[in-house]
């Protein structure tokens, strides 16, 4: 059993920064792959990272590529979200998850066996 919680969301213009956490609990958070996932008003969640087990692989959405970068640190059972060059359409709530999934299995949401309860992200025009 793993249980999630982020943290870092806020409200700001755009082009600015925002680096979100996820704190784990339990002793197997080494083990899982870990995602990020957003989902604005009106839309479908949306995969916007992921990170694998070992932080060796890393996956983005073709929307953040360049401008979010996804880690992870074992030792804290943290995995982190840094967002730069913040637009207004990545407004939404920021959720992180954890799942065996490999490769581009890590885009799929339903390979996701945890969640957390979200943040919200908010960049003003």
């Known amino acids: 059993q793993v249980q999630l919680g982020e943290s870092g969301g806020g409200l700001l213009q755009a082009g600015g920064s925002l680096r979100l956490s996820c704190a784990a609990s339990?002793?197997?958070?080494?083990?899982?792959?870990m995602g990020w996932f957003r989902q604005a008003p009106g839309k479908e969640r949306e995969f916007v990272a992921a990170?694998?087990?070992?932080?060796?692989?890393?996956y983005y959405a073709d929307s953040v590529k360049g401008r979010f970068t996804i880690s992870r640190d074992n030792a804290k059972n943290t995995v982190y979200l840094q967002m730069n060059s913040l637009k207004p359409e990545d407004t939404a709530v920021y959720y992180c998850?954890?799942?065996?999934?490999?490769?581009?299995?890590?885009?799929?949401?339903?390979?996701?066996?945890?969640w957390g309860q979200g943040t919200q992200v908010t960049v003003s025009s």
């Open positions: 990170i694998s087990w070992s932080g060796g692989s890393t």
């Open positions: 339990g002793r197997t958070f080494s083990s899982y792959a």
């Open positions: 998850a954890a799942g065996d999934c490999s490769g581009y299995g890590c885009y799929d949401g339903n390979e996701y066996d945890y």
